[in-house]
């Protein structure tokens, strides 16, 4: 069975950074694109990152380019998202999620539980 | 970036009812499209990928159609378990982005 842990979000004053990890099991992590989406209290998805299978094509949303990396382990079976200049439009719950496809990056199957990310002073 | 318009927002609609979505992409995507199912508190649910293909393990009640730029997620008959928050997503390129969303509602 595939599990995504997420974990890392808090509470954070605007400026600072957080670091954020999903913990994959149940599949072969290094053969699958990874993914973060957000959700924002009572908002719609917004998808936040995505990172293939060796790291060769990343891609970020407008709204955290320049203020966001995606990383992933594959040793570690571990994804991250290190988050810099954290404002409050960045609260949300962070979800990790698998891409469905096999050495591609498409749609997301399943997701995890996600963390929050509650960023005020 | 790739624009997607989902109508309508909200829909009210009875169990057994037919009920459409729709999602318009801002360019062609070709096929590059999937369908999610949200419920409250729960993590969304992938449905359809592909446009058209239904995810393993999904009713067959819920199917997609469409390529390029309109796409349409139909439920044939809609069942209490149907009532949700229903997203389209683009993955024909970086940044993939989500239609705004499409709340199902019990009449």
């Known amino acids: 069975e595939v599990q995504l842990v997420e974990s890392g979000g808090g509470l954070v004053q605007p400026g600072r950074s957080l670091r954020l990890s999903c913990a994959a099991s149940?599949?072969?992590?290094?053969?699958?694109?990874m993914h973060w989406v957000r959700q924002a209290p009572g908002k719609g998805l917004e998808w936040v990152s995505g990172?293939?299978?060796?790291?060769?094509?990343?891609g970020y949303a407008d709204s955290v380019k320049g203020r966001f990396t995606i990383s992933r382990d594959n040793a570690k079976n571990s994804l991250y998202l290190q988050m810099n200049s954290l404002r409050a439009e960045d609260t949300a719950l962070y979800y990790c999620?698998?891409?469905?496809?096999?050495?591609?990056?498409?749609?997301?199957?399943?997701w995890g539980q996600g963390t929050l990310v509650t960023v005020s002073s | 970036d790739i624009q997607m318009t989902q109508s309508p927002s909200s829909v009210s609609a009875s169990v057994g009812d037919r009920v459409t979505i729709t999602c318009r992409a801002s360019?062609?995507?070709?096929?590059?499209l999937a369908w999610y199912q949200q419920k409250p508190g729960k993590a969304p649910k992938l449905l359809i990928y592909?446009?058209?293909s239904l995810q393993s393990g999904v009713p067959s009640r819920f199917s997609g159609s469409g390529s390029g730029t309109d796409f349409t997620l139909t439920i044939s008959s809609l069942q209490p378990e149907d009532f949700a928050t229903y997203y389209c997503q683009q993955a024909n390129s970086f940044p993939f982005t989500f239609g705004q969303g499409t709340k199902l509602e019990i009449k």
């Open positions: 360019q062609g995507i070709s096929s590059w």
């Open positions: 990172i293939s299978w060796n790291s060769g094509s990343i």
């Open positions: 999620a698998k891409d469905a496809q096999w050495l591609a990056t498409s749609w997301f199957d399943p």
């Open positions: 149940g599949f072969t992590f290094d053969d699958y694109a």
């Open positions: 592909a446009a058209s």
